[in-house]
């Protein structure tokens, strides 16, 4: 007869504790071994920094960024003089010539499709235009000076005393050699101007003898001014414009499309082209692109002109600014406008502007249903990448809206904010750039700037090197923050919702990770404080900057006692009427 054992007795338990101990040192044993085991298997056990992010890759913090090379044509004339003033004249003469200008174009265009030769027509108010309608061959500067728009200069120059228009199809090709210098005639009783509509026009010297061309008032012989009256200019419009070595200057007046060279396209007709080696110098604007398509700019110089040195304006496609300089202008020093798609500034310098080095200019033409039926998509895809901006008076690089614009290998110097994105960008990339000179805050983000990429800068000797305020979604990965002198990262703001992954924080404040104003804390893993030195040389000042609350409260006070003060001493006496009325 066999004996049946009872498992629930106490051998039973016995056995069941020491499965369990067994189980519980083995689970001990391998959670131990996981540093060593997880490697082994390329596994991470704690998060790592991503090396590519929205399809851009990541590079790691530069230490000593190599110089922005630009050839000699692009290098900057006098950079350290003032740069330019911006217009002066009268609003209302000045909108109403480019109004003038716009019927005079339409009239001129009806005239072209009818014309089967060149064919001067006068138009009351302006110099007289010379028509050049559609042709197999190109007109070349002996057509100009056969139909009397151009007279020959000795020393190979020559001055252009009508306007010309060059017709849909037909092409005016003035890379003579004999045209080393066009001046194009510009005073108060007229000025002339070079405009394609549909068709092409090609400027063009030699890296020896480049060709110059220039407005010219023959009443005071130099150069033309805008006076109020209009100025030369030179236009394309939904054609093909190209100047290779050619030195612009004195061009232009109040509007883009008049602003001196102009690539201007229209509904179904881009404008292409672009220059190569080739300065603008003293013009209203450098240069102006919209509605272009593949306008590429290499080895360019703008300097010294009243508004921006180059701007990129609605619409414009596939847009393209390489090793050039944009330095002393009186606005910005590189605009990319709203609606504009995929746009690259590689190696440029923009120094020296009276407004920011870098405007990227992202967000929609509407956010709803508009009178004008403006786009309300963003503008996407600009990238500034190995450029360099130093001493702008205002931002070292904006960027405002739109989706997907990468900062990557840009250095920046600047007393205020270096780089700032905010107000509706979102899946920015900002990787691999240099912020020095000390500035206010290194990298301003926010707000509304979400799902946005910090990684890999560097920021040395900013009061705050990250100052993000209800940006959204950031990531933080791998920066590195040297000499701040107050915050290394400021966090602000309750919609601010920040991660990130071995950042290195060094210098000496009130705090390497700031937060305030309801936001969370950051999720920072693997932040190397080891160099920050805490220290809080807190003044009268310094207390009612970081605590604006108390400096309302204060303002409050210092009010009232004012308003108490005040009213003592313009009390009324105690007896106003003495020879009149007897108190008892």
Not at 30 to 43: K, Q
Not at 79 to 93: G, K, S, V
Not at 195 to 201: C, D, E, I, P, T
Not at 209 to 226: E, K, L, Q
Request: negative net charge; hydrophobic residues 40%.
């Amino acid at each position: 007869m066999t004996e049946n054992r009872d498992s629930s007795g106490p051998a039973g338990t016995r056995i069941r504790a020491f499965a369990i101990l067994l189980s519980a040192i083995a689970i001990f044993a391998v959670l131990s071994m996981l540093p060593t085991i997880l490697p082994a298997l390329h596994l991470q056990l704690h998060p790592a920094a991503p090396t590519t992010s929205y399809g851009v890759t990541l590079v790691v913090a530069p230490r000593q960024p190599r110089p922005v090379p630009v050839p000699a044509i692009a290098r900057p004339i006098d950079p350290d003089l003032p740069p330019a003033t911006q217009p002066t004249a009268n609003p209302a003469r000045e909108s109403a010539t480019v109004s003038a200008e716009d019927a005079r174009l339409r009239v001129m265009l009806h005239a072209a499709a009818d014309a089967f030769s060149p064919e001067i027509i006068p138009v009351l108010g302006s110099l007289p235009t010379l028509v050049l309608s559609g042709s197999l061959t190109p007109y070349t500067a002996a057509t100009l000076v056969q139909y009397g728009a151009l007279v020959m200069l000795a020393h190979h120059g020559a001055l252009l005393l009508d306007n010309v228009f060059v017709g849909t199809h037909a092409t005016l090709d003035l890379d003579s050699p004999d045209i080393q210098t066009l001046y194009l005639d510009s005073g108060s009783g007229g000025f002339a101007t070079i405009v394609s509509w549909g068709g092409n026009l090609s400027f063009a010297g030699t890296a020896r003898y480049p060709m110059t061309i220039t407005s010219w008032d023959r009443s005071t012989n130099s150069p033309g001014v805008d006076a109020g009256y209009g100025r030369s200019y030179i236009r394309d419009v939904g054609g093909d414009m190209t100047l290779t070595s050619v030195r612009v200057s004195s061009l232009g007046f109040w509007s883009g499309r008049t602003g001196g060279v102009a690539w201007t396209g229209i509904n179904g007709m881009p404008s292409t082209g672009g220059a190569t080696s080739s300065t603008f110098i003293n013009n209203t604007y450098g240069a102006f692109v919209s509605r272009g398509s593949g306008v590429t700019f290499r080895d360019d110089l703008f300097e010294f002109n009243q508004l921006d040195g180059l701007h990129i304006h609605r619409y414009s496609v596939d847009t393209a600014v390489i090793s050039s300089s944009a330095v002393r202008n009186g606005g910005d020093g590189f605009v990319v406008s709203q609606a504009t798609q995929d746009t690259l500034l590689e190696d440029d310098i923009s120094e020296h502007n009276s407004g920011d080095g870098y405007f990227v200019n992202g967000r929609p033409l509407a956010t709803g249903a508009s009178a004008s039926g403006g786009s309300v998509a963003p503008g996407a895809d600009t990238q500034v990448e190995y450029s360099a901006a130093t001493g702008n008076a205002k931002m070292g690089i904006l960027v405002e809206g739109g989706t997907g614009t990468v900062l990557k290998g840009d250095q920046v110097c600047s007393d205020g904010t270096a780089i700032a994105v905010r107000l509706g960008s979102a899946d920015a990339v900002v990787t691999g750039n240099t912020v020095g000179c000390d500035p206010r805050s290194g990298f301003s983000v926010g707000p509304a700037a979400p799902g946005i990429v910090l990684a890999g800068n560097a920021v040395d000797g900013a009061r705050t090197g990250f100052l993000i305020q209800d940006a959204g979604r950031v990531q933080l990965d791998e920066n590195l923050i040297t000499r701040a002198t107050i915050f290394g990262i400021s966090v602000r703001g309750a919609t601010s919702s920040v991660t990130g992954v071995g950042n290195t924080i060094a210098g000496t404040g009130f705090r390497a990770v700031d937060v305030r104003a309801g936001a969370p804390a950051p999720a920072l893993y693997g932040s190397d404080l080891s160099d920050w030195v805490f220290h809080a040389k807190v003044t009268f000042w310094t207390y009612l900057e970081f605590h604006p609350l108390a400096a309302m409260w204060l303002g409050i006070l210092v009010l009232v006692l004012l308003a108490w003060g005040v009213t003592r001493m313009r009390r009324m006496p105690s007896h106003p009427y003495p020879a009149s009325t007897r108190w008892r």
